[in-house]
């Protein structure tokens, strides 16, 4: 008799007969986000399981709200589904482990009638080993791993929190991020510091960053290299965001593009520097509300002057996107500082850092 | 071929709290309203409590509004709907 070393999965299994029959199982219990699923076999499961050191009870964490308890193989059952490899998997946690911190406000991010999705964004060396692309199509379908990555938040989202349409997830429209947003940052075509280490991961380290995020909108400005230029035409597309969709501060990332990088590079300037001038030039006053039809929410406080970002360090800067073109892209927060982005460490335990109680 | 697939779902979950008896009527009751404090909320529980005053007999009527309508009910509230027979919460946009 050969005794396993591997301790057994808890998840209830299903015989189906085929590939195709293991489609129509996961559609009819409302387990997929509509697309085909690889069916979560335990041997697949199970691998990622040991990639990531996991027992299939280990607790990755306890989203805060509805107090429910996620697992380490449910959460791997989700990401195989998605099309994530053992190599993913480790990322898969560590995003959630962001999503189920606090302040990051898990419940009502997915149940709001905002619509958002979880942007993600990759940095450290786990980048290249697991071969995301940080350049062509960043924000689309650059490649598999940040792909599958963002799809296995999603799936998770649907079949451990109950995240599905007219459920708990009440989208009066969402958008196209809520299938996959992941993007890794170009980290070896710049001369700026990771986001994770301007979030104050150690360099070197590998994390991601999780934020509730609307639908990317896209800028162009192929027209001067003076980075205040530049950089005004993103500040612009803030406050068009603040007047047209929600005034309040939050989280706001930009991607900008090799083409636009280079030349605010080349002028010296960093993210911080980035950072400050945005900061001071996305903002509105309380009356601009009255041009976009919204004047019954002015009342006598039109003066009033509300900032996209409650300080320099709340603009998320991410160097990504293919070489040419000059392209650049503003990620708004769901709703102001409701939420807030939360940058892991992967491989690390978050609860266990000092001062979590 | 036959695949042993694995059930995704949270089998785990924790069972949420059970809603309490439903009161015989409102007459003479204290109905509390949570409001997640967006505008539309207001004239919606102003008509709702001219409705339980005027048709069911209604004693009193508890507004409370959330202080982030994306979240929980704050502690206080929660804590206040001990001393109400019915509560009115949910989305009003």
């Known amino acids: 008799m050969q005794l396993s070393l591997k301790p057994a999965l808890l998840a209830k299994i299903y015989e189906v007969e085929d590939f195709a029959a293991a489609q129509e199982l996961y559609h009819s219990k409302g387990w997929t986000d509509g697309l085909p699923v690889v069916p979560p076999t335990e041997a697949a499961v199970a691998a990622c399981l040991e990639w990531a050191g996991m027992p299939p009870d280990q607790l990755i964490g306890i989203e805060p709200v509805r107090a429910q308890p996620i697992s380490a193989e449910k959460l791997a059952i989700n990401a195989v589904m998605a099309g994530c490899l053992p190599m993913h998997f480790p990322v898969v946690v560590a995003a959630w482990q962001g999503m189920m911190q606090e302040e990051f406000l898990l419940h009502g991010v997915t149940a709001s009638t905002g619509g958002c999705a979880i942007f993600v964004i990759l940095n450290g060396p786990i980048r290249r080993e697991i071969g995301a692309n940080p350049t062509f199509n960043a924000l689309g379908n650059s490649d598999r791993a940040t792909a599958v990555i963002g799809r296995a938040l999603r799936l998770a989202l649907i079949n451990l929190m109950d995240v599905r349409p007219g459920g708990i997830d009440r989208s009066t429209l969402g958008h196209p991020g809520k299938f996959s947003y992941c993007v890794a940052e170009d980290e070896e075509d710049t001369t700026w510091e990771p986001l994770s280490v301007v979030r104050g991961i150690p360099s070197g380290a590998s994390a991601v960053t999780v934020m509730a995020a609307m639908a990317p909108r896209q800028i162009m400005n192929e027209w001067t290299r003076e980075p205040k230029e530049i950089l005004e035409t993103f500040a612009a597309e803030m406050r068009a965001n603040q007047r047209h969709y929600s005034i309040h501060g939050g989280n706001y990332a930009i991607v900008i593009a090799k083409q636009l990088r280079d030349h605010i590079e080349a002028a010296g300037w960093t993210k911080r520097d980035i950072a400050e001038f945005i900061y001071e030039r996305a903002r509105v006053r309380r009356s601009e509300w009255a041009d976009v039809g919204k004047g019954a929410v002015v009342r006598d406080r039109g003066e009033s002057v509300y900032t996209a970002l409650a300080g320099p360090d709340h603009l998320l800067v991410v160097a990504a996107g293919g070489p040419a073109g000059g392209f650049g892209a503003v990620v708004p927060p769901w709703l102001g500082d409701k939420t807030k982005a939360v940058t892991v460490a992967i491989g690390a335990c978050v609860d266990c850092a000092p001062g979590k109680g | ?93």
């Open chain 2, 1 to 93: 071929m036959t695949l042993r697939v694995l059930d995704p779902t949270n089998e785990a979950r924790t069972v949420g709290g059970q809603p309490a008896a439903r009161p015989a009527s409102l007459r003479g009751k204290t109905v509390g309203f949570i409001s997640n404090g967006k505008e539309g909320t207001k004239g919606y529980f102003a008509h709702l409590e001219r409705l339980l005053r005027t048709e069911l007999g209604v004693a009193n009527v508890a507004w409370c509004t959330k202080s982030n309508y994306s979240a929980p009910a704050d502690a206080h509230i929660v804590d206040e709907i001990k001393h109400w027979h019915a509560v009115v919460a949910g989305v009003g946009d």
